[in-house]
């Protein structure tokens, strides 16, 4: 018995795990050796190829396709029409599904609208990739990305927030109340103070 949601016009092929409350929309492709968690919601017109892992309560938007050696961990959300890459140097007549490169997407990560994913490169925990961005390096965690290529802009709270450090490196989410830590290009997460 299954329990999660897929709709008529979803296509699941046999050796697929999907985990409880999972919701799979129009004409979505999910492909054999594929693992879903729990929790998650795939938009219309969504691939996931074969061997793709999903954390829980990963959120992905419409018409993205989610290539061979994509992890994303629990709590990633995959803005429309976002892109990963697999192969670092495609061609048509040239075979390389022995090439695949893996792409690490960590907790809590957020990838905007039409960003292009270059492969080989973690997404750091709690990170935001905005709209349009085209990633060619490693985004740390906590970082705010924009642009083409991607540069860094900035720090971004578990939240969504924008970080604003002050003198001694301190920076508090005026939504959860957390308090950050900045050290260098690591980010450390202090005990929330609205408890």
Not at 68 to 84: A, K, Q, R
Not at 154 to 170: A, T
Request: with cysteine; net charge negative.
């Amino acid at each position: 018995m299954k329990d999660y949601f897929a709709h008529e016009t979803a296509v699941i092929d046999d050796g697929v795990k999907i985990g409880d409350g999972t919701r799979i929309w129009h004409f979505s492709h999910i492909m054999t050796g594929s693992v879903i968690g729990k929790n998650c919601n795939l938009g219309q017109n969504v691939v996931v190829s074969p061997d793709v892992i999903l954390g829980n309560n990963v959120k992905v938007q419409n018409n993205v396709s989610i290539y061979t050696g994509v992890i994303c961990e629990d709590d990633v959300f995959l803005g429309p029409s976002m892109v990963f890459t697999n192969v670092i140097n495609p061609r048509s007549a040239v075979i390389r599904r022995d090439k695949y490169i893996e792409t690490v997407v960590e907790k809590g990560a957020t990838i905007g609208a039409n960003a292009t994913i270059v492969c080989g490169n973690k997404i750091g925990k709690f990170s935001f990739i905005g709209a349009g961005a085209v990633v060619v390096c490693e985004v740390l965690p906590y970082a705010l990305v924009v642009g083409n290529p991607s540069r860094q802009i900035g720090w971004m709270s578990e939240f969504g927030h924008r970080l604003k450090f002050n003198s001694e490196g301190l920076a508090s989410c005026p939504e959860s109340g957390d308090t950050y830590r900045l050290d260098g290009e690591m980010i450390t997460k202090i005990e929330s103070t609205n408890e």
